[in-house]
T-cell receptor
Framework: GNSVTQMEGPVTLSEEAFLTINCTYT??????LFWYVQYPGEGLQLLLK?????DKGSNKGFEATYRKETTSFHLEKGSVQVSDSAVYFC????????????FGKGITLSVRP | DAGVIQSPRHEVTEMGQEVTLRCKPI?????LFWYRQTMMRGLELLIY????????DSGMPEDRFSAKMPNASFSTLKIQPSEPRDSAVYFC??????????FGPGTRLTVL
């Protein structure tokens, strides 16, 4: 079956630090991959996506590259801000008319001034 | 675009009462998903619809939970009777032609 594994959290960083959040997946075929972000008290928002191998998704300074050879989709940001404090979810969709997202457990990021 | 709309945003009720949560998906989206989020269990998919037809309800915890989608612009999730362990944030999400889902702001349910 499909599964998404995220690194254990929480993660605490100082402002302007480099961020890496690991995500690996198991899926048949060629899934689409996503990162969602959930700010306190809000719903999940799509942060970025990649639909095929070697695609790089990017948004708000965050990047993730679809690596089929390592089945990974790690999230990176060169310089985090306090406003990036949130929960981050990695997810995959295997594709098809009735497909659904499979989410990782999420990881909480706290950025201190 | 108004995004996915959920109501109410907060609901406090007593054990045994019926609770109805409402969702209006993004216009033109043909798939709708109901999720539940708690600290203990994280994010769980309860049920999803495609073109108003329920596709997978295996995540619905028990018979007290039911969901309907009478038309493309409206869905309900009902809990009858409600119990304290149903307290959670319930999210609705919709999906259009591509694979990404768009989430509503959620309904925070507290059952006393």
């Amino acid at each position: 079956g499909n599964s998404v594994t995220q690194m254990e959290g929480p993660v605490t960083l100082s402002e302007e630090a480099f961020l890496t959040i690991n995500c690996t997946y198991t899926a048949t075929g060629y899934p689409s991959l996503f990162w969602y972000v959930q700010y306190p008290g809000e719903g999940l928002q799509l942060l970025l996506k990649a639909t095929k191998a070697d695609d790089k998704g990017s948004n708000k300074g965050f990047e993730a590259t679809y690596r089929k050879e390592t089945t990974s989709f790690h999230l990176e940001k060169g310089s985090v801000q306090v406003s990036d404090s949130a929960v981050y979810f990695c997810a995959l969709n295997p594709g098809g008319a009735n497909s659904k997202l499979t989410f990782g457990k999420g990881i909480t990021l706290s950025v201190r001034p | 675009d108004a995004g996915v709309i959920q109501s109410p945003r907060h609901e406090v009720t007593e054990m045994g009462q019926e609770v109805t949560l409402r969702c209006k998906p993004i216009s033109g989206h043909n798939s709708l998903f109901w999720y539940r989020q708690t600290m203990m269990r994280g994010l769980e998919l309860l049920i999803y619809f495609n073109n108003n037809v329920p596709i997978d309800d295996s995540g619905m915890p028990e018979d007290r939970f039911s969901a309907k989608m009478p038309n493309a612009s409206f869905s309900t999730l009902k809990i009858q009777p409600s119990e304290p362990r149903d307290s959670a944030v319930y999210f609705c999400a919709s999906r259009g032609s591509y694979n990404e889902q768009f989430f509503g702001p959620g309904t925070r349910l507290t059952v006393l």
